[in-house]
């Protein structure tokens, strides 16, 4: 059967697997369509799963790196070598490298818990309701302490970029760590990062119909202050269907959008709201105690 695929990272996904992979019992490749056909789907059932995190950490826990298994040099569409300018030797790093690079989405879920009697959480996803998960991230800085003082190859993180173009130490150290596409570069820098910190939570959480992790959809915007610092949030609700995805229910899910950038970190958090619900004032009041 072939599987018809919609969504750009179901099919960049596919795309991965497929020029990675071979037919199954075979020496050939699979075809690099994207799409499930009979022996994409054959492969992808045989196939072995693979470590996502790092190792030994949890990433709920403690620090963990995620792991993409994917070259843009595999890619048999390109030529690397022989067409335009050779791409192996090139300086341009920004056009042969971080421009091909996929930046991984990340598929989160959350289960939203009720408080039981003896004041833990209880599983009740029939009682959750459509409460609001707001999702943001912490982009903390590079480690800059691996980056050597003089760069004179091609520029790769922020602080290279800034010595190759003269800027002042100060004004590194000082600058803000995240832009519009979760990456440490500001556009006068060869980045993309803009000015409105408005704009970084949109792209680590897409709201396009091909960013969704379906069956959740962010919903909107907003942001929220605490302790006199910004937080720009993603809302997505809790999935509250009684007929479609009964193992969704009670649960919020979104699609993170990181870096291209080596070296970059983030953390994650989610918090709950309760606008819009006609009980807004007693679940808040019952949860004052939780908030942090």
């Known amino acids: 059967m072939d599987g018809v695929v919609t969504g750009a990272a179901t099919k960049a996904a596919l795309r991965r697997f497929q020029r990675s992979n071979h037919e199954v019992r075979t020496q050939t490749l699979l075809a690099e369509t994207g799409t499930v056909d009979p022996k994409t789907l054959a492969a ?6 693979r470590a996502l995190w790092e190792p030994g950490k949890n990433p709920l826990t403690q620090d963990a790196k995620f792991y993409v298994y994917d070259n843009f040099y595999s890619d048999r569409g390109e030529n690397f070598i022989s067409t335009g300018t050779p791409q192996f030797n090139s300086f341009n790093r920004k056009l042969h490298a ?26 009740a996803p029939d009682a959750v309701g459509p409460v609001t998960v707001a999702w943001e991230v912490n982009d903390a800085p590079e ?13 790769r993180t922020y602080v290279e970029r800034a010595r190759k173009f003269g800027a002042a130490a100060g004004s590194v150290a000082a600058a803000a760590r995240i832009d519009q596409d979760g990456d440490n570069v500001p556009v006068a820098f060869d980045g993309v990062r803009p000015p ?12 396009g119909g091909g960013s969704k992790l ?15 610092v910004v937080f720009e949030q993603a809302f997505v609700n809790a999935w509250d269907d009684a007929n479609q995805f009964q193992q969704r229910k009670g649960r919020a899910g979104a699609y993170f959008r990181f870096s291209t950038k080596g070296g970059d970190d983030a953390k994650v958090r ?13 679940l808040e009041t019952a949860h004052a105690s939780r908030a942090n």
């Open 143 to 155: 480690d800059a302490s691996i980056i050597p003082a003089a760069d004179n190859g091609p520029a």
């Open 270 to 282: 989610v918090s709950l709201g309760f606008d819009g619900l006609p009980n807004k004032t007693a």
């Open 44 to 49: 992808l059932q045989a196939a072995a799963p």
């Open 98 to 123: 971080e421009d091909k690079m996929e930046r991984a989405f990340i598929p989160l879920e959350v289960e939203v818990k009720l408080v039981g009697k003896g004041g833990g959480p209880v599983s």
């Open 196 to 207: 409105a910190a408005a704009n970084y939570v949109k792209a680590w959480f897409p709201e």
């Open 214 to 228: 379906a069956p959740f959809a962010v919903r909107g915007y907003g942001k929220q202050t605490r302790g006199g």
